[in-house]
């Protein structure tokens, strides 16, 4: 599901980075946490509503949220390639437990 395409840093590839690229990595990943939040709220507002303007705003905005997600999930993966067997890791982990 996730294409990477790490950048061609031996620092960044090894997991050694200077301050100005661990804050930026630090940044992306608070910025990931508030666009889930926002998504967490502004369905949480869809669902509470009955009326249909209200709910597909709040839809539209939701969806907006959810395409930075995967901005920002883009992003980590360039800023820190080390990453990345983890996160496959994971949604392989998951994949198996879908199988049964």
Not at 49 to 71: C, D, F, K, Q, Y
Request: zero cysteines; charged letters at 20%.
């Amino acid at each position: 599901m996730f294409n990477f395409n790490p950048v061609n840093n031996n620092n960044a590839r090894n997991g050694t980075l200077n301050n100005g690229d661990f804050e930026t990595i630090q940044n992306a990943r608070k910025d990931l946490i508030g666009e889930l939040e926002a998504i967490i709220q502004y369905d949480d507002h869809l669902h509470k509503t009955g009326i249909p303007i209200a709910g597909s705003t709040w839809e539209n905005i939701r969806n907006e949220e959810l395409v930075h997600v995967g901005e920002l999930l883009g992003l980590l993966s360039y800023l820190a390639p080390y990453q990345k067997q983890f996160v496959e890791q994971g949604w392989n982990e998951f994949q198996e437990r879908l199988k049964g």
